[in-house]
């Protein structure tokens, strides 16, 4: 896999990977697409332009994603790239 950026310490919400577990799909899975730069089919062009801006100048990265049941999950990295986290929308 081509990284794009570091992911520092890799954190979850109790409510992401209870959503994940519950829909069959990984955590690793979702990291590795939101590391290669795969913004997500849930943001719209100026947010994952936003996210390109922000690999330039250190800013924090968003990516959104559809679980199978159409629930949205997040990836933020934080604009020092010392971790990034998985969660629900709902408990941001």
């Known amino acids: ?3 794009r950026f ?7 919400t109790p409510g992401a ?11 690793a899975r979702f990291l590795e ?3 290669r730069g795969d913004w997500g089919e849930a943001l ?3 947010d994952c ?3 390109e801006d922000a690999l330039l ?4 990265l968003l990516s959104a994603y559809y679980l199978r049941n159409g629930q949205k999950l997040w990836m933020i990295t934080e604009w020092d790239r010392s971790a990034t986290t998985a969660l629900l929308p ?3």
């Open 1 to 3: 896999m081509m990284r």
């Open 17 to 27: 990977l209870e959503a994940m577990d519950a829909n069959g799909q990984s955590l």
């Open 44 to 46: 719209c062009p100026e």
């Open 90 to 92: 709902s408990e941001y």
């Open 57 to 60: 100048n250190s800013g924090r």
């Open 33 to 35: 697409r939101h590391l």
């Open 6 to 12: 570091p992911a520092g310490q890799i954190l979850s």
């Open 49 to 51: 332009q936003a996210n």
